[in-house]
């Protein structure tokens, strides 16, 4: 009995291995330029899937060398031939030398073509320093369904695997198609195969800018060096209020009241305010003597003092020092830009402290809209007989700013972006060989470290990481698993590799997750981290 049933096996898989190959035909009445490209779809009849390791080809010239690309989509093509998915390489630079036209010559691919059953893929096959023989004409198509029900117009098939051809371009991908074109063709197969699941990429987040919700510098007298400099806050929300991207500038303002716009002069009480503007915030822009601005009323007046400015339940723009108006200069203000208006202008024209000294002038621009701000501060007269407090107060201490610190002769734009994160030139996780390549972007000028992570989750949910000294709004989105890429003092874009796959397929279906850091201050205020990418291993 056990004899009969292993001789019953045996001739059953005898019968199933006779079944390789599949061939079209090798009676070529036509071929193309060199370098052009032959199109056939591919589906695995069989429950077991198949595999391709090699197959033959009609090639000329004859004696030449050259290499095979095979490029795949997923789906059946229908006329014109072209998929509707995006090719991707799947087996590249497979060397050969064409034998005489009409005959087989043999190829092995660098990796195999593998199918699962009801996968279907659309083959193209670009013969670099060759030309294909093909044949004009169609094949008798057996009954029976296909690729999810569409009817082909020519197609060949065993009890493994069907075959439909076809198309040819002189030009890969592109150019006029040649059709109908039978690739001449024996694909040598064995039984098994898995489905290549698509290879995806799905950003997760967003990355984090060095952002304030608040930011402070309190000078001594004698010690406020921010003149002729402009403080620039960029909202990070692109509206008015926290948090912001703070950097220092050269000051680009004219300390006029009438250039570029004719300014109304602003008659202020001792340590008081007054309201300017169209309704902003359900309010108007409130200007007090102290040098001082706020979304809405009840400025703290006096001696500068940032528990003050932190405590004010609102938000509001210093320059504060302790303003006497009575002995001279004044205050003026515009409103344009745009209809309705949304740009205010205040400008502190040679107003002098509580007590008497030199003169100084400072000026705010305020875009209601955006909630972009400046602060610049005149060339002339530096303060040096009252203390100033310069920032943004919005009831967050983050802890002294060192304003001067920040000055860059031009912000560059990787400064007040967001750390991105993306796929380099649309690479995907497809398993090869193959080497997954990313690209971080805007990455600040003075960062000592990029780092680059994989992890093999994705977080449900982000892990806030401005407990650990990164400013709001820097989060984690992958389980830090692998560090991958270590690059010191990195340029504003850093192409690395995050995921280097070898061939075959035991990794597809594989989840991960990939997140880059740029650090320049060791963990600190000024560091960031990227959005993530939440990517899944497939073939394609």
């Known amino acids: 009995m056990l004899r009969r049933l292993f001789s019953i096996l045996v001739a059953t898989a005898a019968a199933l291995t006779a079944q390789s190959p599949l061939t079209t035909t090798f009676a070529n009445n036509n071929s193309g330029s060199i370098g052009g490209a032959v199109y056939f779809t591919l589906a695995a009849v069989n429950v077991s899937g198949v595999t391709i390791p090699s197959l033959d080809l009609n090639l000329g010239p004859q004696g030449v060398s050259g290499t095979i690309d095979v490029y795949v989509a997923l789906g059946a093509a229908v006329s014109p031939f072209a998929p509707s998915g995006t090719w991707q390489p799947w087996s590249l630079a497979n060397p ?23 996968c279907v893929l659309t083959v193209a096959v670009v013969a670099n320093g060759l030309r294909h023989h093909y044949t004009n004409g169609s094949l008798a198509y057996p009954p029976g369904t296909l690729y999810g029900g569409l009817t082909p117009t020519v197609g060949l098939q065993n009890i493994h695997l069907q075959l439909m051809a076809g198309e040819a371009t002189n030009v890969p991908f592109a150019g006029a198609r040649l059709t109908p074109r039978i ?11 898995k489905c290549p699941n698509l290879a995806t990429v799905t950003p997760v987040g967003q990355g984090c800018l060095a952002e304030y919700r608040s930011f402070y510098e309190l000078f001594p007298p004698g010690t406020m060096d921010l003149a002729g400099k402009r403080v620039r806050g960029t909202s990070v929300m692109g509206n008015a209020g926290a948090p912001y991207v703070v950097t220092v500038e050269p000051s680009l303002a004219t300390f006029s009241r009438v250039n570029p716009d004719i300014m109304t002069p602003l008659a202020i009480p001792s340590n008081g305010e007054v309201a300017v503007g169209t309704a902003a915030w359900g309010g108007q822009v409130h200007v007090g003597e102290d040098c001082k601005i706020a979304a809405f009323s009840g400025l703290t007046q006096g001696p500068p003092s940032a528990a003050a400015m932190l405590s004010q339940g609102f938000s509001n723009y210093c320059a504060w020092f302790d303003v006497d108006l009575s002995r001279g200069g004044g205050v003026y203000w515009v409103e344009g830009g745009g209809t309705p208006p949304y740009l205010i202008r205040v400008l502190y024209e040679n107003v002098q402290p509580l007590g008497g000294g030199p003169g ?11 909630g972009n701000f400046t602060i610049d501060f005149a060339i002339s007269n530096p303060p040096n007989n009252t203390p100033w407090l310069v920032g943004y107060g919005a009831g967050v201490d983050p802890g002294p700013t060192d304003l001067s610190g920040l000055l860059s002769l031009y912000v560059p734009a990787q400064d007040v972006l967001p750390l991105t994160l993306a796929p380099l030139g649309g690479s995907r996780p ?16 003075a960062s000592l470290w990029h780092l680059g992570y994989v992890g093999f989750s994705t977080l449900p949910r982000p892990f806030r990481l401005d407990v650990f000294g990164f400013p709001s709004g820097c989060s984690a989105y992958c389980s830090l698993d692998v560090l991958m890429d270590m690059t010191a003092f990195p340029p504003p874009s850093l192409a690395w590799t995050a995921l280097p796959l070898g061939g075959g397929s035991s990794w597809w279906g594989l989840p991960f997750c990939v997140q880059s850091f740029a650090l320049p201050d060791f963990v600190g205020p000024r560091d960031r981290s990227s959005n993530g990418l939440s990517c899944v291993i497939g073939g394609l």
């Open 96 to 118: 050969v030398t064409a034998v005489a036209p009409g005959s087989a010559t043999p190829l092995n691919l660098n990796r195999p073509i593998e199918l699962g059953q009801g």
């Open 360 to 370: 100084y002038s400072v000026e705010f621009s305020f875009h209601r809209s955006s």
């Open 183 to 193: 690739v001449n063709t024996t694909l040598r197969y064995t039984v098994g195969g």
């Open 430 to 445: 497809w398993q090869g060989p193959n080497l997954f390549r990313v690209e971080t972007s805007n990455i600040p000028t």
